[in-house]
């Protein structure tokens, strides 16, 4: 199938790449670029394990097109850190919690709260999951889940107002 | 002498990070930053897909297969069926119920989705264009569906393969399409009670067909490499080491030549245990054509075709007296393992510990019978968050108290506490044939029933129930059989179920413990090296562990069955005490004194009555490598391989309240108390973080989780869009307590802990929707309590109106 030209900015890196037209984003992030983080769980939009950043919106990337992305900016977990370098008030979250257990639906996880955390800077525990309700966890029970992003929106929260 | 010699005893033990600590998990970090390394994420230089052409019918006669369109689209490299792989005897593989799969369908399809063919190509696109392009002819047959048909006379024969086998690996069979048959207990004593009881219950319970679906479907990359003849595999297996003896003797490679490694495995559950044609049509692939093979399920394969579980339609039976002290229980059971008997057991157990369905309760005698038969559906019957049928156990025994319950009137934890074994009683020997390691239910209990405020809430319900409205309290006592186990009676493939860990000590007083066990999120890195670090006075943060490489770890039988801190738990501490051993030796001879002048502190061992003398574990880690007593060997390590006497019997209290609505049948989970015992706690965090997990699992077995087949044996609702995986949303709010009863026979008093609560929690959830219209003469509703079923028991009822 011939190949047509995409240029997206993936975790604040240009890039340029053949694809199939029919190559789907979560392929093109795993194996055109490596970025393993997202992950596939059920191809159909379920489960959220692809969950990616495009455009400032969380989508499954295992049902959009990598062209679909075409002059896109794309945020995958790799693209994570906080503000010294270090983790990413997320990532802290859930190591502090005792948010994950077996990993796989992690990296979703954490873009996806990432971008619920940007509409909605301090959710209630209801609002947590609802906001996580496209994300599936087997391991945790979400309860920890839960605790993680509130952690870091109280995280993210502080650093704000000592910012202004 | 070192940098800890100002720290008091307590600091000291604070800095190892031992048993008991709630340290924070080790595999995180690479987690959180999407570095794990998961089977999907290996790519091997020169690597090529494969996938499966799957059969569109559960039973049909295959007349032809055309690949030749297939093979002319660009990208593919092969396509290969069942004639292909019978010249290498690959095209039926062995199960570990002594049965045989088939690899590739040969001839007939037994299952919808059954593998078919083997489709080889560049990348996935053209694999999936490849197996579109394949052609195959069907011929349809009569379909078996319901197990209970299976053994009519008119009934469709399934297996032509064995049809004329009186025995297909467990023990003799009545049918063509039966199984195995298999019972223990007293019959005649127990049909002797019941005719003398007082009071007796029977209700026909079934136990669904659900699947496990880890987040993380099957996989793996098969890699032949033709200069040396090894062939490494990288795949989900929860027993690693189990795979490579399977895979040499199917293959008939030396074992040497294997390599199978687990990496990061995303979930596991059960679904992870076997060998699937997957497995064998990748590594057939990557001999044949010497290039990597990656073979990754989809999610709707993995709810149709890899590990199912349960499929028990069960009869239960109680007879008691007119206190509701239970005189015998009867189970009968009919067990719908699919196509192939390719359910996961220890050998000589076709039903798995079934037996333990005496549960809590001293029940003075006993009979369960429990038939195997083949219908047209998807192979397995592993364990899904249980140990080897215990779920099924657990779910009968404690529907059925609460049946009794209702019969004699007499309330669901005064009946409990009637029948209880008795702190006391331990070692106890059930009537089964089990002897429970140890255990104090009533204790456990009163603390669930002060917890909730029990009366209290008895009280609420009454006063609902004069409203109309439905509210209902579960309660589930359950006692598991987990750790399997000793080798005296537990193998697989003939394998001793042992389990081992290895441990070196570096000479600057740091370690590599390497288990036969192999985590799937359980937190293994973390915690056993708890163990270790309590046991040799050295910081976990200093511990690395490592599972699921065969060329590395020691041989083990793998993680399931809540067997890793039974078993490789135990062989970690029993191989942590054979260093403290030689250490022992070697502070002697640092220190010069006998051996018996020494006692150990936290740390190190110290001189008895000169508390200042003394040789901490770093300082004889160096002395190992470079100043030994005359006559030992250099070095700081050995292997332990932990056959363990006994099971162990972890147990819990767990109060469930819900609320219905009696208009929608919509279920609220109000409140759910769990309290576990698992003897002693290694990492109070990482248990908690399984309880809820295994509470959230049984939530969804309980309210929504069926593998459903209509008459031509279709699946209905193999994708996540149907079958019910619970989100946040509907999850309910988890609470955790716990008391401690350490197992007798462990070296560190442990249990385990990861499937209790899917054991527990779902009779408690299910034990509380029924209880919630027992006031309306209802003794039992079939899992899983969908809005739609709770409704139309209260339209049957009138409770609408």
């Known amino acids: 199938m011939a190949k047509i030209p995409v240029k997206m900015t993936v975790n604040g890196n240009a890039v340029e790449e053949l694809v199939e037209p029919r190559m789907l984003l979560i392929h093109f992030l795993r194996e055109q670029l490596n970025l393993t983080g997202p992950h596939i769980g059920c191809e159909t939009s379920h489960c959220g394990a692809c969950t990616v950043d495009l455009d400032g919106r969380s989508v499954k990337s295992c049902t959009v097109f990598a062209c679909q992305a075409d002059g896109g900016e794309v945020l995958t977990i790799e693209g994570f850190k906080g503000d010294d370098g270090g983790l990413h ?70 650093q704000q107002e000592a910012a202004e | 002498m070192n940098d800890v010699a100002e720290m008091t005893v307590e600091e000291r033990e604070a800095t190892l990070g ?145 049809v004329d086998k009186d025995n297909v690996g467990q023990g003799p ?140 339609h069960m009869t239960g039976e109680l007879a008691a007296d007119e206190n509701g002290r239970i005189t015998a229980v009867r189970a009968t ?187 799937q999120g359980q937190g293994h890195e973390t915690t056993f090296a708890q163990i270790v670090a309590t046991e040799i006075g050295l910081p976990s943060d200093d511990i690395v562990v490592e599972e699921g490489d065969t060329d590395t770890a020691p041989y083990g039988l793998g993680t399931y069955g809540s067997r890793s ?11 942590a005490r054979k260093i403290k051993a030689k250490a022992q030796k070697i502070a002697a001879h640092l220190l010069e004194v006998g051996e018996d002048d020494l006692e150990w502190e936290v740390d190190r061992f110290k001189v008895k009555g000169l508390p200042e003398k003394a040789a901490t574990m770093k300082e004889i880690a160096m002395a190992a490598y470079s100043n030994i007593p005359e006559g030992m060997e250099h070095g700081l390590e050995t292997t332990s391989y932990y056959d363990p006497p006994n099971f162990t019997y972890p147990f819990g209290s767990y109060i469930c309240v819900v609320d219905i609505d009696r208009f929608t049948g919509e279920i609220k989970v109000r409140r759910f108390y769990a309290l576990d015992d698992c003897g002693t706690r290694i990492n109070p965090m990482v248990i908690e973080g399984q309880v809820h997990g295994g509470l959230t699992e049984a939530f969804a077995i309980a309210m929504g989780q069926e593998l459903v087949f209509d008459e031509m044996g279709n ?3 193999a994708s996540f869009q149907d079958y019910f995986i619970p989100s946040a949303v509907e999850t309910p709010e988890w609470e955790t307590d716990y008391t401690v009863t350490p197992c007798p026979h462990h070296p560190i008093g442990a249990k385990g802990i990861g499937e209790s609560p899917n054991v527990g929690g779902v009779p408690a959830l299910s034990n509380a929707v029924v209880d919630a219209f027992a006031q309306h003469g209802v003794t039992h509703m079939p899992m899983p309590h969908t809005t739609w079923r709770v409704w139309q028991t209260i339209e049957e009822h009138g409770l609408n109106k």
């Open chain 2, 18 to 162: 031992g048993i008991g600590s709630a340290r924070k998990r080790k595999e995180d970090a690479r987690f959180i930053r999407g570095q794990g390394n998961y089977v999907d994420d290996v790519k091997l230089p020169g690597m090529v897909f494969g996938d499966f052409v799957r059969s569109p019918h559960a039973h049909a006669r295959i007349k032809s297969i055309d690949t030749s369109a297939a093979l002319k689209v660009p990208g593919v490299a092969a396509v290969v069926t069942a004639k292909d792989l019978e010249p290498l005897g690959l095209h039926w593989m062995p199960t570990l119920a002594g049965d045989v799969a088939a690899v590739l369908a040969d001839k007939k399809v037994h299952f919808q989705n059954q593998e078919v063919a083997f489709v080889v190509g560049a990348d996935r696109y053209a694999v999936s264009d490849g197996i579109q392009a394949v052609e195959v002819e069907y011929e349809a047959l009569p379909v078996l569906v319901d197990p209970k048909k299976a053994l009519d006379e008119g009934a469709p024969i399934l297996r032509e393969d064995v």
């Open chain 2, 333 to 519: 059971v009919l067990a719908d393992h699919g196509a192939f008997n390719t359910h996961a057991q220890p050998s000589k157990w076709p039903a798995g510990l079934f037996n333990i369905v005496t549960g809590s309760y001293d029940i003075p005698v006993g009979h369960v019978k429990v038939d195997g038969v083949y219908t047209n559906k998807a192979p397995g019957g592993v364990a899904y968050r249980c140990s080897f049928r215990v779920t099924e156990a657990a779910y009968l025994i404690e529907r059925l108290i609460d049946v009794l319950a209702q019969k004699t009137g007499i309330d669901k934890a005064e009946i409990r506490f009637r029948n209880f074994v008795q702190p006391e009683q331990f070692p106890y020997q059930s009537s089964l044939g089990w002897e429970y390691d140890s255990g104090d239910y009533p204790a456990a209990l009163k603390k669930a029933l002060a917890a909730v405020d029990y009366e209290g809430l008895r009280k609420e319900q009454a006063e609902k129930a004069a409203k109309g409205e439905l509210m209902g309290i579960g309660i589930c006592t359950f006692t598991e059989i987990v750790g399997a186990g000793p080798t005296r009676n537990c193998d697989i493939v003939g394998l001793g179920m042992f389990d081992s860990c290895e441990i070196r000590v570096h000479p600057t007083g740091s370690a590599i413990v390497r288990l036969g066990v192999k985590s």
């Open chain 2, 715 to 717: 699946i209905l609702g």
């Open chain 2, 173 to 312: 069979r009545r049918h063509p399409n039966h199984i195995f048959a298999w019972e223990v207990g007293d019959a005649d004593a127990t049909e002797e009670a019941f005719s003398k009881a007082a009071v007796t219950i029977k209700e026909d319970i079934l136990y669904p067909r659900s699947h496990p679906s880890p987040m993380e479907t099957c996989g793996c990359v098969a890699s032949m490499d033709a200069t040396n003849g090894v062939l490494t595999v990288y795949g989900t297996f929860q027993a690693p080491h189990v795979i490579r003896t399977v895979v040499a003797l199917i293959t008939g490679l030396a074992e040497s030549k294997i390599r199978i490694i687990s990496p990061d495995v995303g979930g596991g559950f059960g679904n992870k245990v076997g060998a699937y044609p997957g497995y064998i049509c990748a590594a057939a692939a990557s001999i044949v054509t010497g290039l990597p093979v990656k073979w990754i399920e989809s999610r709707m394969d993995n709810l149709s075709t890899t590990a199912f579980a349960r499929d028990y």
């Open chain 1, 89 to 158: 008030p997320l990532q802290e979250g859930f190591m502090q919690e005792h948010g994950l257990q077996c990993g796989f639906c992690t990296p979703g996880m954490i873009t996806r709260a990432h971008r619920l955390l940007q509409e909605n800077p301090n959710p209630s525990d209801a609002e947590i999951r609802e906001g996580l309700s496209g994300n599936l966890c087997r391991c945790t029970g979400y309860q920890n889940i839960v605790k993680a992003v509130r952690y870091a929106a109280e995280r993210m929260n502080a």
């Open chain 2, 565 to 575: 801190t039974p078993v490789a738990g135990a062989a970690a501490a029993v191989a």
